[in-house]
């Protein structure tokens, strides 16, 4: 059973760095595309970053790029999320979600949301002094 796993979010202040990882088991790790998304209170969910783990295509948002990057450790069936410069527009929870590489390259469809049948519970990042 396919199963996902986030980890790393915490409150930071403004300006500081958090790293999140989706830790995955229940299906071939390196097959898959693996997407970060998030949510805050009141909006829509947002595609942040997403790569396949099958070619190395990535997507990285306008909104986080330059701040964010997303990479990944086959080794681990982990995909990380490195977050700096954050500030409040970055409170949220964090998702990860995966589908298989063909139907969610990111090349073609950005990190669309949509596509993704598998997710993790979330965890919660929030920037405030």
């Known amino acids: 059973q396919e199963q996902l796993v986030e980890s790393g979010g915490d409150l930071v202040q403004p300006g500081g760095s958090l790293r999140l990882s989706c830790t995955t088991s229940?299906?071939?790790?390196?097959?898959?595309?693996i997407g970060w998304f998030r949510q805050a209170p009141g909006k829509a969910r947002e595609g942040v970053a997403c790569?396949?783990?099958?070619?190395?295509?990535?997507h990285v948002a306008d909104s986080v790029k330059g701040r964010f990057a997303i990479s990944r450790d086959n080794a681990k069936n982990t995909v990380y999320l490195q977050m700096n410069s954050l500030n409040s527009d970055d409170t949220a929870v964090y998702y990860c979600?995966?589908?298989?590489?063909?139907?969610?390259?990111?090349?073609?469809?950005?990190?669309?949301?949509?596509?993704?049948?598998?997710w993790g519970q979330g965890t919660q990042v929030t920037v405030s002094s």
């Open positions: 790569i396949s783990n099958a070619d190395g295509n990535s």
């Open positions: 979600a995966a589908e298989i590489w063909v139907r969610a390259n990111p090349r073609d469809y950005g990190c669309n949301a949509a596509l993704y049948p598998y």
């Open positions: 229940g299906f071939a790790f390196d097959k898959y595309t």
